[in-house]
């Protein structure tokens, strides 16, 4: 499975962007996709999961109520609108996905449950 992410940018606070993740390969075993990020210096955290076949997505408290991930399962992409963006959501964004838990996977928010990541994309909101 390859992971394509796109979307980012510069923008200032209070600004709204749309990261958007495509899968692309062997696809069949999908069942979902998340969005971590990483800041400078810091760890990857979990910022949102979703399952295709419905239920909420799973939502990082601090971005609960800002950020909405959408997915659409037979194109094998998400979209993370992302609004009132905040100084500490600067981050490179990664999307990711697992094949081990087949039918049974769930929105996770472990960063070690997923195999597969994109490339990234940096988002910088400035102040």
């Known amino acids: 499975v390859q992971l394509q992410a796109s979307g980012g940018g510069l923008v200032q606070v209070g600004d709204s962007l749309t990261l958007s993740c495509a899968a692309s390969?062997?696809?069949?075993?999908?069942?979902?996709m998340g969005w971590f990020r990483q800041a400078p210096g810091e760890d990857i955290k979990f910022v949102a999961a979703i399952r295709w076949s419905g239920g909420s997505p799973n939502y990082e408290s601090s971005v609960r109520g800002r950020f909405t991930l959408s997915g659409d399962r037979g194109k094998r992409m998400t979209n993370l609108q992302m609004n009132n963006l905040r100084p500490d959501d600067t981050a490179v964004y990664y999307c990711a996905t697992s094949l081990r838990f087949g039918a049974s996977w769930y929105p996770s928010g472990v960063r070690d449950e997923y195999e597969y990541w994109g490339q990234g994309t940096q988002v910088t909101v400035s102040s």
């Open positions: 390969g062997r696809t069949d075993g999908m069942y979902g």
